[in-house]
């Protein structure tokens, strides 16, 4: 059966937009606001009065909107700022949501060390705490050994096989497993999984959630780690500690971890936590632009790759591995980038 053209579902919209707000479907002013990395499309609706809403378009045999939905719910009942839904057709793939402006967070960044910059991840950094303290993690998918796996095997997958045929190193089997035993002994907390600025909006000087359908039971540092070691910036390491260190305190203060859990290894834990991340993210990357054909992606490997060997440089071993990024992989991806994006 073909799939509706990205038309036809914008005419379906439309239509189902019209219905909604008792107008004539000449009357609805729909303007694509954005996509993302998955099949959703965003459109901006125009009211006659001049109220705005945002319109989500998931096809509905490409995206399941329910985790959305559900989660967006429990957590605006929660007290925490994510957007109100007007209407929910899970059948149609169609949400009218409130209309959050076009300010994501990283709009407003300047340098990585600018204060402004600086401010913004303060505030980003309390409204993580709000979450893990007032979302539980019942009923969240637990983000378990087998998803740490599947999420670290996209590195040798589609960074190394697909993109730059490559085997994978010496010490990844060792550093693969020694990453997920890491983070399942961490406090399982509610993780957004995606906690970068992309995904934090603007809206009259308020930091507002968005994209949170893929949240997990996880680590309690995995959020921290996407907001830190995230596309935008990169943080000296002395400023990365204190923030961790930071982070670490309040948890110990409102229960979220043990007192008892010494300061060293929790570093420790971030920083491997920071490496799973930026491998996932290598391997994500590539299979965004190797199998569904996004483009820009592949700029961003060398700023993860920084993330990747800042994180090791904290973890103790993986002396193989860390020579194989500095001796093989680093040499090979600038080659790759500098030919192009063609798989080898």
């Known amino acids: 059966m073909s799939e509706p053209s ?10 189902w937009t019209a219905e909604r707000h008792a107008l004539p479907p000449a009357a609805v002013t729909l303007e694509l606001a954005a996509g993302d990395a998955s099949f959703r499309r965003y459109y901006r ?32 009942a929660a007290g925490l ?22 300010t994501p967070l990283q709009a407003c960044f300047q340098s990585s060390e600018h204060p402004e910059t600086l401010a913004w991840h303060e505030r980003a950094l309390a409204l993580l705490d709000a ?124 229960g979220r971890l043990p007192s008892t859990l010494a300061p060293e290894r929790f570093h420790e834990q971030v920083q491997a936590m920071a490496a799973q991340r930026a491998l996932k993210v290598l391997g994500i990357f590539c299979r965004l632009t190797l199998r569904d054909g996004r483009e820009g992606y592949l700029a961003r490997l060398p700023h993860f790759l920084a993330h990747l060997e800042d994180s090791l440089a904290g973890l103790e071993g993986h002396d193989a591995f860390r020579a194989w990024l500095a001796d093989t992989f680093r040499p090979a991806l600038a080659a790759r980038l500098a030919a192009g994006a063609a798989p080898a």
Request: aromatic letters at 10%; a negative charge.
């Open 45 to 76: 609706l125009t009211l006659p009065g001049g109220t705005t809403r945002m319109l989500m378009d998931a096809p509905p045999e490409r995206e399941d909107s329910h985790p959305f939905v559900t989660i967006a719910r429990r957590w605006r």
């Open 6 to 15: 990205p038309a036809t579902r914008l005419d379906r919209l439309q239509r």
């Open 81 to 102: 700022p994510v957007p109100a839904l007007h209407a929910v057709d899970l059948d149609a793939g169609f949400l009218e949501l409130d209309d959050l402006g076009d």
């Open 131 to 254: 979450l893990q303290n007032r979302a539980g993690p019942h009923d969240l998918p637990a983000y378990d050994a087998a998803l740490l796996g599947r999420e670290l095997d996209l590195f040798p997958d589609w960074c190394l096989g697909e993109w730059l045929g490559l085997a994978p190193p010496p010490g990844w089997a060792a550093l693969r497993q020694a990453l997920i035993d890491s983070a399942l002994a961490q406090p399982m907390v509610t993780v957004h999984r995606d906690f970068d600025a992309m995904n934090l909006m603007v809206r009259e000087g308020r930091l507002y959630l968005i994209d949170f359908q893929d949240a997990v039971a996880g680590p309690i540092s995995y959020d921290l780690v996407s907001l830190l070691c995230g596309r935008y910036c990169r943080f000296a390491p002395e400023r990365f500690a204190a923030w961790v260190e930071t982070f670490r305190q309040r948890a110990v203060a409102d």
